[in-house]
């Protein structure tokens, strides 16, 4: 397409130059129900998985709708999202903190209608395109990184296991059949970017190989003490390489002492370390960020390596969704994943799920590893 200005001049960039407005006033795209009733709501009833009601004080109802999303979506699908939400809402709708979809209206009747439009609509492969679910006692949106459609530090992909593992869940986005919500969340490197750390059950991308060294373009590219100091365990160090009779300054890493974080990649762009047989993904489980009964829990690794297997990676979802139904079978109602592991012991969470317990889950990270290993007795056979 040939160049179309937006009215920008590029030989004055700083004329008519707005800046630091912020985002847009959420009180602009409140539908009237919300806008009347704001701070002044009584009580709210799961109707049904997905359909949650809210009565206000002054006696009106507002039926919320909610439904899964890809959360890496197109125009295209979010101008039909504008579309049901003309149709029905009065143009407005919103998404949650787990990038699922809202569609909000003030009677039954319009719930119901709303929601039969909602599963009428699937792509051409099959899938839903609105599932309604996601509320109570159920596994709701998982919330994800980028992976290999966009990041470059990732170990594995993020939208593709995202889809296999809601595709094997898909009667727990749709029921409230757990005793307490599973959270669960992606993240393709360690970087963690989103819930991973606190989450019930994740999903962590891990490397198992040293960073390759590119020593003729190192000191071009890199900030060498800032590759050195971005280390967790000291294994970078500086020095100097001779080829072919020409001397680099450039890095050493001590292998025996790099557990493949990735840490100095992103620092230094001469250390990549991506591989396709060594990458896979690593399982932790047990985490929360509610104060509900117990404080939150920081998730902890179970499974120290599952290997990639695009497109489905049926390792992954059966190995999640045996601790899903083990979970399920055994926990008291409103037990999170990690209250229960703690309460029955994870030498009994390891003996229920049949996870082989390794030697790399034994926390080896500084001082405060010890505190991870047992100082007592008690402990089941
Ligand atoms: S988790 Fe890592 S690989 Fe994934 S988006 Fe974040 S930084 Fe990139
Ligand atoms: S990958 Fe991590 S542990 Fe290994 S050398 Fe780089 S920063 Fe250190």
Not at 87 to 114: P, W
Not at 122 to 134: A, C
Not at 222 to 247: F, H, N, Y
């Amino acid at each position: 397409m040939a160049f179309v200005s937006s009215g920008y001049n590029p030989d004055k960039p700083m004329e008519n130059r707005i800046s630091d407005i912020g985002p847009r006033d959420f009180n602009e795209f409140m539908p009237p129900v919300i806008k009347n009733n704001f701070g002044k709501w009584l009580y709210h009833e799961i109707l049904e998985p997905g359909v949650l009601v809210h009565v206000a004080e002054s006696g009106d109802e507002v039926y919320t709708v909610r439904c899964g999303t890809a959360r890496l979506m197109s125009i295209t699908l979010i101008r039909e999202m504008c579309d049901i939400a003309d149709k029905h809402c009065e143009g407005f709708l919103r998404f949650t903190t787990r990038n699922n979809v809202e569609f909000m209206v003030d009677s039954k009747d319009k719930m119901v209608a709303l929601k039969e439009d909602l599963m009428s609509r699937k792509f051409d492969g099959g899938s839903y395109k609105f599932p309604v679910g996601g509320t109570g006692a159920g596994i709701s949106n998982i919330v994800h990184t980028q992976g290999w459609v966009h990041c470059h530090t990732p170990a594995t992909d993020a939208s593709g296991t995202v889809k296999v593992i809601m595709d094997d869940l898909f009667e727990e986005f749709t029921g409230h059949n757990m005793p307490a919500p599973v959270r669960i969340a992606v993240a393709c490197c360690l970087n963690m970017c989103g819930a991973c750390h606190c989450s019930d059950i994740a999903v962590v991308g891990i490397h198992r190989k040293p960073p390759l060294i590119d020593h003729e373009y190192l000191d071009n590219l890199c900030e060498i003490p800032l590759a050195v100091a971005s280390c967790p365990t000291g294994a970078v160090r500086p020095s100097k390489v001779e080829i072919d009779g020409k001397q680099f300054k450039t890095v050493a890493i001590k292998e025996e002492r790099c557990m493949f974080c990735g840490n100095c990649y992103t620092m230094c762009p001469s250390l990549p370390l991506s591989d396709k047989e060594g990458d896979g993904i690593a399982l932790m489980v047990g985490g929360k960020v509610s104060n509900r009964i117990s404080m939150p829990k920081f998730s902890k690794v179970v499974v120290a390596f599952i290997p990639n297997e695009p497109p489905r990676w049926p390792t992954l979802t059966k190995t999640i969704r045996n601790i899903v139904e083990v979970y399920k079978a055994d926990a008291n109602k409103y037990e999170r994943l990690g209250d229960w592991a703690e309460r029955i012991g994870w030498e009994r969470f390891f003996e229920k799920t049949g996870i082989e317990f390794t030697p790399h889950l034994i926390d080896d990270f500084r001082d405060p590893a010890y505190y991870t290993w047992r100082q007592s007795t008690q402990f089941k056979f």
